[in-house]
């Protein structure tokens, strides 16, 4: 069974940056990095493949967002510059492997007012 442990999140400013790391997202599985909102759906952000030979952004991330992995610590990353306050929100990790998903319980971005 994999357990996915997020960490990064936290209180921003506006173009601020946080980087975001997923623990437990071993190299036998496609990760990608979804959020949600506050009374909204939850979205794809980014998304790697096992090798890193592949990435998926979400339009909204395209330029902002880096996602990446390390094999190693069983960890993957997503780096996030020149936030927005549309940003906010619940970061979520999903490791997908065939049929099989796993999530994992979530990171808070909060924007400082």
């Known amino acids: 069974q994999v357990q996915l442990v997020e960490s990064g999140g936290g209180l921003v400013q506006p173009g601020g940056s946080l980087l975001l790391s997923c623990e437990g997202a071993?190299?036998?599985?496609?990760v990608g990095w979804h959020r949600q909102a506050p009374g909204k759906q939850r979205e794809l952000v980014a998304a790697?493949?096992?090798?890193?030979?592949?990435?998926n952004y979400a339009n909204f991330a395209k330029g902002r967002f880096t996602i990446s992995r390390d094999n190693a610590k069983n960890t993957v990353y997503l780096q996030m510059n020149n936030l927005k306050p549309a940003d906010t929100g619940t970061y979520y990790c999903?490791?997908?492997?065939?049929?099989?998903?796993?999530w994992g319980q979530g990171t808070q971005v909060t924007f400082a007012s």
């Open positions: 999903n490791a997908v492997r065939g049929a099989g998903s796993c």
């Open positions: 071993r190299g036998i599985f496609n």
């Open positions: 790697i493949t096992i090798g890193s030979t592949n990435f």
